[in-house]
């Protein structure tokens, strides 16, 4: 069965032929259309519009004729506009019809009559133009088939993207089902609607972390195959919105897999862990990421061996994101050298050298510096926001802050609480686990501080890496930077955003999913050509040659920076022993450099060069060199 492959948005679509469904499309004339319907040849009709063609089977007289046979038959017939294959791609039982429009991006720097041989090398006529080097082609009845076309420009150095127009069936998506756990609107850091609906209390609509969002935009609540650590003290590991899913745990005060449990002086880690990850279970509550891996680790200690033992552990056991809502402000307990390097170790080792992302609370004292483990360079410092979109007072501020998180302040946070935990010992009945007394569960209280807003920052994280696997740490980072919301006074940031209280602001999941999307389907950031070679300064080995218009050669591409033109030329020559021509040309009032592989009187020589690059994955096109001039 034939395949081909064409680009389909930033990812490659291997499609194989049908052999049984062809598309036919009918003249406009209404009775011409309808008589598809009793049309002799065909024998049953799937869909009545993909793409503008009808997909159907066709009648055929004997085994012996074969689908292309009857295809060019059907044809030729009067009422038949055009016929084409349908086909499927590896991965899916969908039909996919090619419409005969192709999406076409030239590479920068081509000009118009470079574009228009392109054109009518396979006989394409524009129907629209997108913008600078970008238009929509549509094939003729000299055309080959749109797919073959697609993937023929694609091969043409002159030729950035060559996408056909594809059409298939849709699936209607809904969002994500709503949880259904009993407590799970009173999660106003999820999605903010603006009241607490079982209190005589408003907060500010939005002031939330787009976390519902981010679920209907990855279809799902997060990967089971994400691990996200919580370090901390007090798991209460028979919780319902925590037993299942536990891996790995490990307590370092016994060195063992027995986690310290029912001891009333530490219960912090329930609630903490809960905020990244209780599950979806119908019952409680639901944290950031529901459906990732839980991995408790107890102990937590100022001792550089506790320090090291506990992010070995995570290296050790594929944490994904490691989640801490604790530390010190207290400059004697600041941290030493062995201690920075096991965090940067494991923010470089972790995941398999992409780095384990490493979230630290800020902390709640009110300083102006925060605490000493948030502050590390590898990490990700977390403060603090409110239900009304305002610092929480309590949370330290500083210039190592990178993000703030929805927690209370204003109202508070609902979590899951330790079976054993007393809760606030000055206060009596409900108000001991819920802030304005009414008593919602017996299994949660109210949370909050740089504790709660550490670990929502964590489940998001697990929510990126499962949009986007292949991110590093850096890149996580870097992306809650860049689509953190701005709140609080503008005049709070500085000239590269930034702000004291705030970071680069409060935490936005969606729009930090959407990000982690965007670079898995473009491959990742672009490599930067460094600023020096891209503005030509440096020291470079020249040997020019004035060249005369004649003779024949293989074009690569046409390039705006000369940084480009000097990288690609010392490739070019280690790789292929051939004088490289170079064309300085200007374009819209920008100067263009075409780079041409070799220096032929004859054109096969040149065509036998192509080949040998394009065996060498180097994509070019013959070129008359005198056409440059």
Not at 575 to 590: C, M, R, T, Y
Request: hydrophobic share 35%; proline share 3%; glycine share 8%.
């Amino acid at each position: 069965m034939s395949k081909i492959t064409v680009k389909a948005g930033k990812t490659e679509l291997t499609l194989r032929k049908s052999q049984k469904y062809v598309g036919i499309k009918t003249k406009e004339s209404e009775l011409v259309a309808k008589s598809i319907e009793s049309d002799e040849d065909v024998n049953s009709k799937i869909h009545e519009n993909l793409g503008g063609f009808q997909i159907v089977t066709l009648k055929r007289s004997s085994r012996r004729v074969s689908l292309d046979e009857k295809l060019d038959e059907v044809r030729k017939k009067d009422s038949v506009e055009v016929g084409t294959h349908v086909y499927y791609s590896e991965k899916s039982r969908k039909p996919i019809v090619a419409t005969g429009d192709i999406y076409i991006i030239f590479a920068d720097g081509t000009d118009k009559s470079e574009q228009q041989m392109v054109l009518d090398e396979y006989a394409l006529k524009v129907v629209a133009n997108k913008g600078e080097n970008r238009i929509v082609a549509r094939v003729t009845d000299k055309s080959p088939n749109p797919l073959k076309v697609a993937a023929y420009l694609q091969d043409i150095s002159l030729v950035k993207l060559a996408e056909p127009d594809l059409d298939s069936i849709v699936d209607e998506y809904m969002p994500v089902a709503a949880p259904t756990d009993g407590l799970f609107k009173h999660e106003w850091h999820l999605r903010n609607e603006g009241v607490i609906i079982d209190a005589n209390w408003r907060i500010k609509k939005g002031a939330d972390a787009k976390v519902i969002d981010a679920w209907d935009r990855l279809g799902n609540m997060g990967s089971k195959d994400i691990t996200i650590a919580v370090i901390d003290n007090g798991f209460d590991l028979s919780h319902p919105d925590l037993k299942d899913r536990v891996v790995h745990q490990y307590d370092l005060w016994t060195n063992s897999k027995n986690v310290l449990q029912g001891d009333p002086t530490y219960t912090h880690g329930t609630p903490c862990a809960s905020v990244a990850l209780a599950r979806s279970n119908g019952s409680g509550i639901v944290g950031a990421a529901p459906n990732a891996k839980f991995m408790p680790i107890s102990g937590t200690s100022f001792g550089w061996q506790a320090t090291e033992k506990m992010f070995q552990h995570c290296i050790d056991n594929g944490a994904d994101v490691i989640s801490c809502s604790w530390g010190t402000t207290e400059s004697q307990f600041a941290l030493n050298a062995l201690k920075a390097e096991a965090i940067a170790k494991a923010a470089r080792e972790g995941r398999n050298g992409k780095g384990a992302v490493i979230c630290y609370a800020a902390g709640n004292e009110g300083l102006d510096y925060v605490n000493y483990y948030s502050a590390h360079p590898d990490v990700i410092c977390v403060g603090a926001s409110t239900s009304k979109d305002e610092h929480a007072t309590y949370s330290n501020r500083g210039r190592e802050v990178t993000i703030v998180a929805p927690s209370n302040g204003d109202w508070p946070i609902t979590a899951s609480r330790a079976s054993w935990d007393n809760g606030v010992s000055w206060e009596v009945g409900a108000y001991r686990y819920w802030w304005d007394g009414i008593d919602r569960s017996a299994h949660h209280k109210h949370f909050g501080g740089t504790s709660s807003a550490t670990p929502l920052v964590a489940g998001i994280c697990a929510l990126m890496l499962t949009a986007n696997p292949d991110l590093t740490a850096k890149d996580v980072k870097q992306i809650l930077i860049d689509t953190a919301d701005k709140i609080g006074d503008p005049l709070e940031y500085n000239t590269e955003g930034h702000s004291l209280k705030y970071g680069y602001g409060r935490v936005n999941a969606d729009k930090a999913v959407k990000e982690a999307l965007r670079l898995k389907d473009t491959g990742g950031i672009p490599e930067e050509v460094e600023e020096d070679i891209k503005k030509g300064r440096g020291i470079f080995r020249f040997n020019v040659e004035k060249k005369k218009p004649e003779g024949f050669g293989v074009q690569i591409g046409a390039f705006a920076e000369y940084g480009n033109v000097l990288i690609q030329v010392e490739k070019l020559q280690s790789a292929f022993k051939q004088p490289i021509i170079v064309s300085i040309n200007e374009l819209d009032g920008q100067t263009v450099y075409k780079v041409v592989v070799g220096d032929f009187d004859d054109k096969s020589d040149a065509s036998r060069l192509k080949k040998v690059m394009k065996e060498a994955g180097v994509k070019g096109f013959v070129r008359n060199i005198k056409d440059l001039a």
